[in-house]
C-alpha cells in the first residue's frame, strides 16, 4: 500500500475519500478530474504558459489524497495549471498513467517506489534508497526531492492477540501465524514486502491471507472483530492509537525507508513545478503528515482544506 505502503486517522478517513476506482472497461485515469486554472491562484503568479500544467493523480487511500491536494495547492500557486485525479487506485494502475500522460505527478513513497522497479533492491536507509531510485526509474520518470516525512506498511495485531501470543515484533508470529488470519490490501498479498516478504524474511506463514482495504475501515473493523488477528496498516494511522492497537517491530527492515516525495514524468517539468514540490518536501515530516490526517479524521475537515491551511501557515499556498 504504501501499501505497500504503508501512510495513515486513515480509518475515519477513507470514510471521506473515494476507494479504488471501479470496475468496467473505461480507464480509471480518463475520470474523476477537476480542473484548476492557474488563475485561481490569485495575483504574482507565473503565467500558466511559462509556469507549465500538470495533471496530479493519487492512489486510493487517504492520505494520499491528502498529499496530492497538497502538491496541487502548492502547484497553483506558483501559476501552474493543475488537473486533479485523485483516488486511482494502486500503484500497478497509476504507474502505466504516469507513463502514458495520464497523469503528471502523484505523491510516492521512497522504498515502496524502487522495490516496485527493482524487485531485486536491497537498500534500506533513506538516503541508500533515495541514491537507488534514479537508475530504477525508466527513463521517463523521475523523483524531485524527498521529504522527512515517512509513512510505513506496519504489520498490527490488537492488545488482546499480542498479549495472548507475548507477540512484540513481526520475528514472534512464526510459531503462531499458522492459527492467525492476516488482513489487508488486496495487493499485499503477492507484494514483495507483504505476504511473499514475511514468509522469505520472517518465516511467517498465516493460515489465510484475508483482502480487504488500503488502510480503511474493512481493515480497521476486521481487526477490532476478530476476523483478522493480524493486519497491514500504515504507521501514521491514528486508529492505531485510537484502538490500542500494538505496532510489531521490525527488526529486520522488511519495510525500508518510506520518505514521502513526487514522482513526476519528466516532460512535464519547469522549474515553477520543480520549486513548488521541492518545497512541500523541504517543510514535511512524519509529525506534521501526522497532525494533517488527524485533523480531516478527528477534526473531520476536508484534504482540500487541511492542505489549503497548511499551505499557507508555510508559505507555500
Known sequence: MKQYRALGGLAALALLTLTACGGGSSNPLSTASSAVPASASGSGSAPA????????????????????????GALKAKGVQVTKKLSIGSRETYIPGLQDGSIDVIPEYSGVLLQYFDKAATAVSSDDVYAAL????????QVLEQSKAEDKDAIVVSKATADKYKLTSIADLAPVAKDLVLGG?????????????????????????????????????ALKN????????????????????VVLADPKSLYTAQNVLPLINKAK??????????????????????????????DKKEPADVAAEWLKTNGLG
Open 134 to 141: 534514479p537508475k530504477a526509474l525508466p527513463a521517463t520518470l
Open 269 to 298: 517539468l519547469t522549474p515553477a513545478i520543480t520549486e513548488a514540490l521541492n518545497g512541500v518536501s523541504a517543510k514535511l515530516d512524519t509529525p506534521t503528515l501526522t497532525t494533517l490526517l488527524a485533523k480531516v479524521a478527528v
Open 185 to 221: 490490501p488486496p495487493e499485499f498479498k503477492t507484494r514483495p514486502d507483504g505476504v511473499p516478504g514475511l514468509a522469505s524474511k520472517y518465516s511467517v506463514t498465516f493460515k489465510e491471507f484475508k483482502a480487504l482495504d488500503v488502510g480503511g475501515p474493512l481493515t480497521v473493523n
Open 226 to 245: 476478530g476476523q483478522v488477528q493480524a493486519a497491514d496498516l500504515f504507521s501514521t494511522d491514528s486508529s492505531i492509537v485510537t484502538n490500542g492497537f
Open 49 to 72: 504558459g511559462g509556469a507549465g500544467s500538470v495533471t496530479v493523480g493519487s492512489a486510493n487511500f487517504p492520505e494520499n489524497v491528502l498529499l496530492a491536494e497538497i502538491y496541487a
